[in-house]
């Protein structure tokens, strides 16, 4: 299930900065008026930006649910642990055994 919402998170992702890519910024304005506007585009004048700025709320919407998902997945596992008693302890390599009054280790 995890590894779904992982697909999903990336698929929208993606799709989310090819929308605001395609969007025109606040200056695209000052080149319509002067004859090259979108009027004879596919969404019409304004259609456009009305049709991409939902599409990009929509996918806003999906990548922060897919988020919120993702955190859950990763606070709750398998063994039913907390993350901070999940950390396995670390165990030092073998020690050399007590040195002797010299400072030494014994044969």
Known sequence: MEFLVWI?????????????????????????AFGSGSSGSLFGATG??????RTTAVLA???????????YF??????????AQRVVPVVPHSMPGPL?????IPK
């Open 61 to 71: 919407t999906g990548f922060f649910l897919t988020s919120m998902t993702l955190t």
């Open 8 to 32: 999903v998170h990336v698929l929208v992702a993606m799709a989310l900065i090819g929308l605001v890519l395609m969007q025109h910024g606040k200056g695209a304005d000052m080149g319509a």
């Open 74 to 83: 990763s606070g709750h596992s398998a063994t039913g642990k907390p993350v």
């Open 48 to 53: 456009s930006a009305n049709f991409l700025s």
């Open 100 to 104: 002797d009054k010299s400072g030494t």
